[in-house]
């Protein structure tokens, strides 16, 4: 059977968003496990990362665990602007508020806002993705607009893209458009994949 984009996307976010609880617990745990050993990570010191949502594999364990080894965390922002992300410096009980799509954004006044150029490591949410790294993600472009630079560079890439999803989210092929910027890596409970360039 084959879908449309916009069927995929459906049908993909109810898959994630009918986990169970005790499911996606043990994804996150797995996840954090599995990604703490990379040396991606351990190399590592400007992580951005998301807070989950919609039934988004969730990385709070790996949050913490990047609080307590001193590297610096960052969350998307929206830029109220462009239809594109900053990232803001995300510490232990940092207030949070809701953006105009219901996602928590750290309080944080412009002046601290940086680039995804300025980051070591970006662990992006996605809808789904295939082995080759093709991402769909919620069907606004903010990431493919925030990587925009990368598609001009062949060697100087900053940051590492880090695609985090349930395993569910595979599919075998994506259909993808001129925009998209494809993943460096994706992890998932099970395993990681890195993909061929
Ligand atoms: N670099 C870009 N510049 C301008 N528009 C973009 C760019 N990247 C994506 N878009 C726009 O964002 C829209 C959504 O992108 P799409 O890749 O379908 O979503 P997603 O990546 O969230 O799944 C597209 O219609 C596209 O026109
Ligand atoms: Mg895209």
Do not use: E, N, S
């Given at each position: 059977m084959t879908y449309t984009t916009g069927e995929l996307r459906r049908f993909i976010r109810s898959q994630r968003q009918s986990l169970s609880t005790q499911q996606q617990h043990q994804h996150a745990q797995s996840l954090c496990q599995n990604l703490i050993k990379e040396k991606n990570y351990r190399n590592s010191r400007h992580i951005a990362c998301y807070l989950a949502n919609d039934g988004e594999i969730d990385p709070h364990q790996l949050i913490e665990h990047a609080w307590f080894c001193g590297k610096q965390v960052y969350l998307p922002i929206l830029s109220p602007l462009k239809k594109a992300l900053y990232f803001v410096p995300y510490h232990a009980g940092d207030k949070l508020k809701l953006n105009r799509f219901n996602i928590p954004e750290p309080i944080c006044s412009p002046s601290q806002w940086i680039t995804?150029?300025?980051?070591d490591l970006l662990l992006l949410p996605l809808v789904a993705f295939d082995e080759q790294g093709n991402r769909m993600g919620m069907g606004g472009g903010f990431y493919d607009r925030t990587l925009s630079y990368l598609q001009h560079r062949r060697y100087w890439r900053k940051p590492v893209l880090v695609g985090l999803a349930h395993e569910i989210q595979k599919v075998e092929r994506l259909d993808t458009q001129s925009w998209d910027i494809p993943l460096d890596y994706i992890m998932t409970e099970k395993q990681l994949y890195h993909t061929q360039k």
């Open positions: 995804a150029q300025q980051l």
